[in-house]
C-alpha cells in the first residue's frame, strides 16, 4: 500500500508570495496533521483535520490555513511567506479521530519550502 | 501541557555498542509515548510506542524502549549498534484523550563509528 504522499518534493518561493502545500494519506486513514520541522528541530503541529472538520490547531499566525477535501486529502496554504516560514512541512495521517487515541502518525517525506 | 526533553543533541557511538537514547516527558498523567527515526531528506518513520500494558516496548530495528513511570522517562536502546542506525531520532508523546497534537522533543542525532 502507498504511505502518505506529499507534493511538491521542493519549493522555492520569494518574500510575500503564496505558497499551496499538498498531502494524500494512506488509503483507509480519516485524520491528517501538518507539522513544520525548521532545521535542527523537532517538529511542530500547525492543524489536524479529521472528516474535513479542524480539530486542532498550532500556535501559528492566521497567514497559515489548511482544508480537507472528501476522498481525506488536505492543502496547507501559507500567505506572505515570510523567510522564517523556510522548513520542512510534513503531512501524517492516521486512524480515528483524534491524536489522543494512542494510534501512530504515519508521515510523509515532507516538503521542503525555500523563501529567498 | 505537554513538554518532551531528550538529553543530548548529539550520540556517537561505535558499531557494535549499545545505544541509549533519552527522553523525559511532562505530562500531568502518563500520556503515549513514541519514538521516531528520521534518515537525511525523508519523513519520520515510527520506531515503537507505548500506550498501555506493558512497560518494556518492542520496536522495529532492534530498538526497544522502556516506560518508567516514577521517572517520567522513556528512554530508547538497542544492544548492539549498526552503520544504518545513524539518523535523527524524535521522542514525542500525546495526550490520552481529546485532539491534543503530537509533541516532539528537539531530536537526537545518532553517528555510529565504525
Known amino acids: 500500500d502507498a504511505g502518505v504522499t506529499q507534493s511538491p518534493t521542493h519549493l522555492i518561493k520569494t518574500r510575500g508570495q503564496q505558497v499551496t502545500l499538498r498531502c494524500s494519506p494512506i488509503s483507509g486513514h480519516k485524520s491528517v496533521s501538518w507539522y513544520q520541522q525548521v532545521l535542527g528541530q523537532g517538529p511542530q503541529f500547525i492543524f489536524q483535520y479529521y472528516e474535513k472538520e479542524e480539530r486542532g490547531r498550532g500556535n501559528f499566525p492566521d497567514r497559515f490555513s489548511a482544508r480537507q477535501f472528501p476522498n481525506y486529502s488536505s492543502e496547507l496554504n501559507v500567505n506572505a511567506l515570510l523567510l522564517g516560514d523556510s522548513a520542512l512541512y510534513l503531512c501524517a495521517s492516521s486512524l480515528g479521530s483524534g491524536q489522543g487515541n494512542g494510534q501512530p502518525q504515519h508521515f510523509g517525506d515532507g516538503t521542503r519550502l525555500s523563501i529567498l | ?114
Not at chain 2, 541509549?20 to 519523513?43: K, T
Not at chain 2, 522513556?74 to 548492539?80: G, I, M, N, Q, V
Not at chain 2, 497534537?101 to 537526537?108: A, Q
Open chain 2, 1 to 114: 501541557a505537554q513538554s518532551v526533553t531528550q538529553l543530548g543533541s548529539h550520540v556517537s557511538v561505535s558499531e557494535g555498542a549499545l545505544v541509549l537514547l533519552r527522553c523525559n516527558y511532562s505530562s500531568s498523567v502518563p500520556p503515549y509515548l513514541f519514538w521516531y527515526v528520521q534518515y537525511p531528506n525523508q519523513g519520520l518513520q515510527l520506531l515503537l510506542k507505548y500506550t498501555t500494558g506493558a512497560t518494556l516496548v518492542k520496536g522495529i530495528n532492534g530498538f526497544e524502549a522502556e516506560f518508567k513511570k516514577s521517572e517520567t522517562s522513556f528512554h530508547l536502546t538497542k544492544p548492539s549498534a549498526h552503520m544504518s542506525d545513524a539518523a535523527e531520532y524524535f521522542c514525542a508523546v500525546s495526550a490520552l484523550s481529546g485532539n491534543t497534537p503530537l509533541v516532539f522533543g528537539k531530536g537526537t542525532r545518532l553517528s555510529v563509528i565504525a
